[in-house]
């Protein structure tokens, strides 16, 4: 029951003003990054829009997530279209927010030490909230970026029958080798979204 009222307590954030406002601030800013990308190889991309839909899952659950997801995905197309829109592609984006939701909502986020000799250890004291960080990443990837992105491009046409089985071990590939880099950059940063929360509006914000 404490799973399905998770879904409750994250409807109820989108009464607030206050939230929406927040989650319109998150979404704007996940927009803005999806300009930001690192391409070290042709075929490998890291971006960074996650960051922000990451941080709506943390603060106000799998509901607000979900909806956050379809917002950056729309806007996003909106402010930098590429192709078509399709809203089967936007079912990823919507799944993305749900799973963030899910694993993080009301965590209280890890506080890592990056000095030298120091962050192990810091690990270690933070291992929950950073664990329920990685399989929160590391399902995104797998559910979204592997399999649904994979099968709403094959339905859209862009990737041919006898390819599919290829594209989708060469996106587990990809997926594998961004996922320590994606967990390393999420951690503070959900850390400092965190922060910034409770100084701006107090510590009403229950975190488990």
Do not use: H
């Not at 709506?56 to 997530?65: F, S």
């Not at 997801?69 to 927010?97: C, H």
């Amino acid at each position: 029951m404490a799973f399905f009222s998770m879904f409750k307590r994250s409807a109820l954030e989108l009464k607030s003003v206050r939230s929406l406002a927040v989650i319109a601030l998150l979404v704007a800013v996940s927009v803005v990054l999806e300009f930001l990308i690192i391409q070290p190889t042709p075929d490998l991309k890291f971006g960074f829009s996650f960051l922000g839909l990451a941080s709506i899952g943390m603060l106000y659950g799998p509901v607000a997530g979900a909806l956050g997801g379809v917002a950056i995905d729309v806007l996003g197309w909106i402010v930098r279209p590429t192709g078509s829109f399709s809203p089967i592609l936007t079912v990823a984006t919507l799944a993305e927010g749900l799973i963030y939701g899910i694993f993080l909502y009301q965590m209280s986020p890890a506080k890592l030490n990056f000095a030298r000799g120091e962050f192990w250890k810091s690990l270690k004291q933070n291992a929950v909230p950073a664990l329920r960080t990685f399989f929160a990443r590391f399902t995104v990837n797998v559910v979204c970026n592997v399999f649904l992105n994979t099968i709403g491009l094959f339905i859209l046409g862009y990737i041919a029958a006898d390819r599919l089985w290829l594209s989708v071990w060469t996106r587990i590939g990809k997926n594998a080798i961004l996922l320590p880099f994606e967990v390393l950059i999420l951690i503070p940063v959900l850390y400092i979204v965190y922060i910034a929360y409770r100084s701006a509006f107090g510590k009403n914000k229950k975190a488990v």
